[in-house]
């Protein structure tokens, strides 16, 4: 199972002391095979890599620029720049980041660059809630995976969210029978567009607790959990970790 927290623009220097019971229980047996990944905002990414650095726990950012080299972009961090602070993941194509002007373009180029510079993706795909309500789940589904993986190589360093955009930060999660069918429809489109990603896995985000959770993990194809709000307290995020693994 992975376990990815995704900070937003939340926390600072002070809230790295906050990890210290995320930090306790990746060191225990039973949770030694979870893969935790932090995405905190750009500030906090060299802090929290010191503070895991005597655990297994990842960092990762939430976003990235599309351009591979350094240049005029003011404001912005590339993939390049993520790794050479040791960076180990970048999410690309989040909800919030799709509303603000990311089109299936802009992130084909930002996994490119990523995968360029050997950080593993945590691709987010998902419908908004008119795109739901108009049966079009599937088809939206489809062009976001093709378009973002067009001509992409190495798809296995890919992890793929699927994150309904009217899930997210809304304290509503998508009927089990719904869910489970799109994972399956997400399992085959990936396959169709790519061989190689019959065994990439899949994750689940939007909205998800510790009382959900235990519904979600029973669902067959969900190798995770991308988890935006309940991350910031580790009490929550531990009670998701431990509520899904018993
Ligand atoms: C997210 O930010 O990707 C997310 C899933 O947020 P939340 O858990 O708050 O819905």
Redesign the pocket.
Request: hydrophobic share 35%; proline share 0%.
């Given at each position: 199972m992975i376990y990815i927290a995704?900070w937003?623009m939340h926390g600072n220097s002070r809230d790295i002391e906050s990890l210290n019971p995320i930090i306790k229980l990746s060191k225990q047996k039973k949770y030694r095979n979870i893969k935790l990944v932090y995405c905190p905002p750009y500030t906090l990414l060299d802090l929290m890599k010191r503070k895991f650095i005597n655990s297994k726990i990842h960092v990762g950012a939430q976003n990235c620029h599309f351009n591979s080299e350094y240049g005029a972009f003011t404001g912005s961090i590339n993939s390049k720049m993520l790794k050479s602070i040791g960076t180990k993941y970048v999410?690309i194509g989040?909800?919030?980041n799709r509303t603000d002007g990311d089109n299936d373009l802009i992130i084909n180029k930002k996994i490119k660059s990523a995968l360029q510079e050997n950080l593993k993706v945590i691709l987010?795909i998902g419908e908004t809630l008119f795109e739901k309500r108009k049966k079009l789940t599937k088809k939206i589904l489809k062009k976001q995976i093709k378009n973002s993986l067009y001509k992409v190589k190495k798809v296995e360093n890919i992890i793929f969210?699927y994150?309904p955009r009217w899930?997210?930060?809304?304290g509503i999660i998508p009927k089990t029978k719904t869910l489970t069918k799109n994972i399956i429809d997400i399992k085959k489109i990936l396959i169709s567009v790519n061989k190689k990603l019959n065994s990439a896995k899949i994750l689940y985000?939007?909205?998800?607790n510790s009382q959900n959770v235990k519904e979600i993990v029973k669902i067959k194809g969900i190798d995770g959990f991308?988890?935006?709000?309940?991350?910031l307290n580790s009490k929550k995020f531990i009670d998701i970790i431990k509520k899904s693994i018993n």
């Open positions: 995704n937003k999410i989040h909800s919030e987010c969210a994150e899930a997210i930060g809304t985000g939007g909205s998800v991308l988890v935006g709000g309940a991350s």
